[in-house]
């Protein structure tokens, strides 16, 4: 099956994959760098009402990273941690990019702060593709907790003092905001996340 994907098939696929982006929420611009598919086609297919569409600027994450709040580094960092993941498994980027996204939803089910645009400029500038030629993130673990985390791409880090899980453990009984947003029941241990995709590894392996 792998070595006879007709170029029918491709774009059958490229097609479901666009559709999985939209109902995402994400702008065109993201699903054309994706899939591939041509602005034409998306808008006449996704965005033919254009008041539904994304507007405004596209997330920039290099500069957004460094200043956002614990939240958002944490929501980050678990998001890129799972996409890995899934691309360590072998999976192209535009399926883990999906997947990792719907996965991040169900983690951080609470009040996720993270789009699917801004998951897809942190997984681009974590592995140098889609909209940049080389990374600017690297996933780094923390010698305390263990939690894998973003950082810039040459930073090797000997303390936890950067990783946002730590901060956010310290934080926790006095930060009724952390509390809202991770329940104690649902706590993110990325260790145990259960990646479930038999799916889509079904349907990736049959390439
Ligand atoms: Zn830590």
């Known amino acids: 099956m792998a070595t006879n994907t007709t170029q029918a098939e491709r774009h059958i696929r490229a097609l479901a994959l666009a559709k999985e982006c939209a109902a995402l929420g994400a702008r065109m611009r993201t699903i054309a760098y994706v899939t591939g598919l041509a602005h034409t086609q998306l808008a006449h297919l996704f965005f ?69 645009d801004r998951a897809f400029d942190l997984a681009s500038h974590m592995d140098g593709l889609w909209i940049v030629r080389t990374p600017s993130f690297s996933l780094v673990t923390c010698p305390a907790c263990t939690s894998q985390y973003v950082t810039t791409v040459s930073a090797h880090p000997a303390t936890n003092c950067e990783c946002p899980f730590c901060k956010l453990l310290a934080r926790y009984r006095r930060d009724p905001r952390i509390q809202t947003s991770f329940p104690v029941s649902a706590l993110p241990d990325v260790s145990q996340i259960q990646l479930g995709i038999v799916a889509l590894s079904k349907r990736t392996k049959d390439r």
Request: hydrophobic share 35%; proline share 9%; glycine share 6%.
């Open 48 to 116: 033919a009402d254009r008041t539904s569409a994304p507007r405004g600027r596209p997330p920039d994450s290099p500069d957004w990273y460094h200043t956002a709040n614990l939240l958002n580094r944490t929501e980050a960092s678990i998001f890129v941690s799972i996409y890995r993941r899934i691309r360590e498994l072998g999976f192209a980027p535009g399926e883990a990019l999906v997947s990792g996204y719907k996965h991040y939803l169900s983690v951080c089910r609470a009040h996720p702060r993270i789009s699917f």
